[in-house]
C-alpha cells in the first residue's frame, strides 16, 4: 500500500473509520506515516493527534479501542479507509459515532419497509391497511400466509416464469417480515443468529 504523505504540508492524511459489519462511518482522524504504521503493527486504529502533537491510539484511555479489519487506501493515495471492529462507543462524547448516531445495522430498504411494518402495528384498528389487518387478525393468520406465499414460491420456481418467481418471492419476504415483528424481531436478529453460525 502506497500512501502519499507528502501531498499535504502536515504529512497527514484523513483516516476514515467505518465500522466492518454495519459499515457506519464512525469517526475521522488523521495518520502519519508511523501512525499507519502503528495500527497494522498493533491492529489497533492509531492517529497522529494534531491537538496532542503525537500518536494517539483510541481507547488507549477509554478502553474502547478500534480493532483493524481492513485498511484500504483511495484513488488518489492520500485518503483512507479503516474497517473496524469497535470495543465500545467510539466517540469521547460515549456516542456510537462522532455524529451522534446509533451504529445499528441498517438494511436500506429493508430496514424502511420494517420501519413501515411496524407503523402500521402500532397504529392498531385506526389503521385499515392490510398489514394492520394481518396483525388484527392475529399469529396464526401471520404464519398461514407466509407458509401460502412459501407454497407459491416453490411452484414458481420449478416454473421458467422468471417475472412470476420474483412476484411470489416479495411476496414471501414482506409477509415474512410481518411474522418477524409480530414473533418480537427483525432481521438485526436474523443477522445475528447467521453471524453465529460463521463461526
Not at 497522529?48 to 480493532?67: D, I, P
Not at 411452484?155 to 415474512?176: G, K, Q, V
Request: aromatic share 8%.
Amino acid at each position: 500500500m502506497e500512501i502519499d504523505f507528502n501531498k499535504n504540508t502536515d504529512g497527514l492524511v484523513p483516516a476514515i473509520i467505518q465500522d466492518a459489519r454495519t459499515k457506519n462511518v464512525l469517526m475521522l482522524g488523521y495518520m502519519n506515516d508511523e501512525a499507519l504504521h502503528k495500527t497494522q503493527e498493533s491492529g489497533k486504529v492509531t492517529f497522529y493527534s494534531r491537538t496532542k502533537n503525537r500518536l494517539w491510539t483510541k481507547g488507549e484511555e477509554s478502553g474502547n479501542f478500534l480493532h483493524v479489519i481492513d485498511i484500504k487506501n483511495d484513488c488518489d493515495n492520500d485518503t483512507l479507509l479503516i474497517s473496524v471492529q469497535p470495543a465500545g462507543p467510539t466517540c469521547h462524547t460515549g456516542s456510537d459515532t462522532c455524529w451522534n448516531e446509533k451504529n445499528n445495522t441498517n438494511f436500506g430498504f429493508f430496514t424502511e419497509l420494517e420501519n413501515t411494518i411496524a407503523q402500521r402495528r402500532e397504529s392498531g384498528l385506526e389503521d385499515t391497511s392490510y398489514v394492520a389487518s394481518l396483525f388484527q387478525k392475529g399469529i396464526n393468520k401471520i404464519a398461514q400466509k407466509v407458509g401460502e406465499e412459501a407454497v407459491e414460491t416453490v411452484i414458481e420456481a420449478m416454473d421458467n416464469n422468471d417475472d412470476l418467481f420474483l412476484y411470489e418471492s416479495a411476496d414471501l419476504l414482506f409477509h415474512y417480515l410481518i411474522l418477524l415483528q409480530a414473533k418480537g424481531f427483525g432481521l438485526k436478529d436474523i443477522e445475528t443468529e447467521l453471524m453465529k453460525r460463521k463461526k
